[in-house]
């Protein structure tokens, strides 16, 4: 598989994902897993910033792949398929908006964000 079936790979797991992530027949590590993989793709902050140089995409290279990988390793086959058809068809219909789940991350931030302005304000 070359880099651009892995991205294209990439970009309908993080779906699927998050559509596996609302089943009630994935045990409960699988969904910790699939919410700290979208919370990761999604997040603006990133564990090592993008402007470093290399070091700043490789995390992005290595840690989001690694974490669909077990994510996807803990969730029972036949919920997984369903998901990723369920996935591939809201990709074709144009259906998903990003902006839609990146919505909770983004609230999350802002929190964080205003807490430490809080904090630090004083």
């Not at 409960?28 to 700290?36: D, G, H, V, W």
């Not at 086959?77 to 998903?96: C, R, V």
């Amino acid at each position: 598989m070359n880099l651009k079936q892995r991205y294209k790979q990439l970009k309908q797991n993080i779906p699927a994902i998050y559509l596996v992530m609302k089943s009630s027949e994935i045990p409960i590590l699988a969904k910790i897993l699939a919410f700290l993989t979208i919370a990761y793709a999604l997040s603006p902050i990133d564990l090592i910033p993008d402007f470093i140089p290399v070091l700043g995409y490789l995390d992005d290279l290595v840690i989001l792949p690694m974490l669909i990988v077990l994510t996807i390793k803990c969730i029972p086959k036949p919920i997984w398929q369903k998901a990723q058809n369920e996935a591939q068809e809201l990709i074709a219909t144009k259906q998903m908006k990003k902006w839609y789940y990146a919505l909770p991350i983004l609230i999350i931030w802002l929190i964080v964000v205003l807490i430490l302005i809080r904090i630090f304000w004083k």
